[in-house]
């Protein structure tokens, strides 16, 4: 059975724009909220989350990515500024 | 309603520190303000969190980099010829001022949820260049030479 650690990323307040806040915020899940194991997925959830922008999540996102690669999993959201955000840092590369 | 704004970044008059945002604490304090004011105001949910995610990458990309987007984009595109082609590049490549820190996506992100929506648009003045990104095409500084220091930005988002 696989095990999940669900990281609620409304704890970090519901207006979620900058990098600085970003990075703050990753360096709080990486000390904080790490998985119990080497195989656990990090599931990022986004619920009452209100505004995202990519700035912020490209930190916590890309951070974390860098430190838990594929096992880092982002749970379904309605939010637009969420599903917009993503969309803009997951697109490729211009150069 | 706006005047005191053109004239500040045109004439460089003097503007009350009240409508100044002279720090990342500050605008962020404001950013809140402004999404409980739109909600308020009954604006719909999706549009006031989308118009305040906008506003807020724009704002912080002024905490971010400091220097406009022309001076920015310069260190790491020395080639840049003009204001205009860096103010394309900024909102239309997903490119960094920052090389070689993987980032520069959040003009981008402005770009993408504005464009293809006939109530949503942005003019964007840097140096001599002027630029519209959205379905709404507007300028406001019609009547005026387009040249100053800065980065003057206008949001126009319809309700429908």
């Known amino acids: ?71 880092v999993k982002l749970l379904p959201t309605t939010n637009q500024s969420v599903i917009k955000s993503l969309e803009t840092i997951l697109a490729p590369d211009d150069e | 309603m706006f005047a005191k704004y053109f004239d500040w970044y045109y004439y460089k008059n003097e503007l009350d520190s009240a409508d100044i945002s002279e720090t990342r604490d500050v605008f962020q304090a404001r950013l809140d303000a402004l999404l409980r004011n739109l909600l308020r105001n009954k604006i719909p949910e999706e549009d006031a969190y989308l118009i305040t995610a906008v506003i807020g990458e724009m704002g912080n990309n002024c905490f971010d980099h400091k220097q406009g987007i022309f001076k920015t984009l310069s260190h790491v595109r020395p080639d840049l010829k003009n204001h205009q082609e860096a103010l394309q590049l900024a909102f239309e490549k997903k490119i960094s001022g920052r090389f070689p820190e993987k980032r520069g996506n959040g003009l981008k992100f402005v770009r993408q949820v504005l464009n293809g929506n006939p109530s949503r648009g942005l003019f964007v003045s840097s140096g001599d260049a002027t630029s519209n990104f959205g379905g709404d095409h507007f300028n406001p500084l019609e009547s005026m030479s387009n040249t100053s220091n800065g980065v003057l930005a206008f949001l126009r988002w319809r309700i429908s």
């Open chain 1, 1 to 71: 059975m696989e095990n999940f650690l669900k990281i609620e990323i409304k704890k970090f307040g519901d207006i979620l724009v900058s990098r600085p806040a970003g990075k703050e915020a990753l360096g709080v899940i990486l000390a904080y909220m790490k998985p119990s194991s080497d195989v656990e997925f990090v599931e990022l959830d986004f619920t009452d989350v209100k505004v995202m922008a990519p700035s912020w999540l490209d930190e916590v996102y890309t951070g974390l990515k860098e430190h838990y690669g594929e096992r």
